[in-house]
């Protein structure tokens, strides 16, 4: 089993940054991908980054260049880096992995991740 848990979320104005955390617990060592969904009340979830345990990362087109994942494989912690946030990026962000190999191709899909964490809310003011 793995254990993820997401830190970092809050309220920022439009144009603002904040920067989304993910420590993974337990049997890492059978994570290939690691990544972020997001949700927004009444809508599907959407897949926004992920990133191979080897640093290749994928981005969705509505957050490429705006966005910057990243592993640290050491301290196991994927990181979100958001800049140039915007309103429609407000969302609860899930912290996912899979239980192993993936070909990835976007839309990500949900039943792909084994494993969540709670989610962390951010907030993006106009």
């Known amino acids: 089993q793995v254990q993820l848990v997401e830190s970092g979320g809050g309220s920022v104005q439009a144009g603002g940054s904040l920067r989304l955390s993910c420590v993974a617990s337990g049997y890492t060592d059978s994570i290939y991908y690691m990544g972020w969904f997001r949700q927004t009340p009444g809508k599907e979830r959407e897949g926004v980054a992920f990133?191979?345990?080897?640093?290749?990362?994928t981005y969705a087109e509505s957050v490429k260049d705006r966005f910057t994942i990243s592993l640290d494989r050491a301290d196991k912690t994927l990181s979100l880096q958001m800049s140039s946030l915007k309103p429609e990026d407000t969302a609860m962000y899930y912290c996912v992995a899979t239980a192993g190999y993936l070909e990835l191709v976007l839309p990500a899909q949900e039943r792909d991740f084994r494993f969540w964490g709670q989610g962390t809310q951010v907030t993006v003011s106009s």
């Open positions: 990133i191979t345990r080897f640093g290749w990362p």
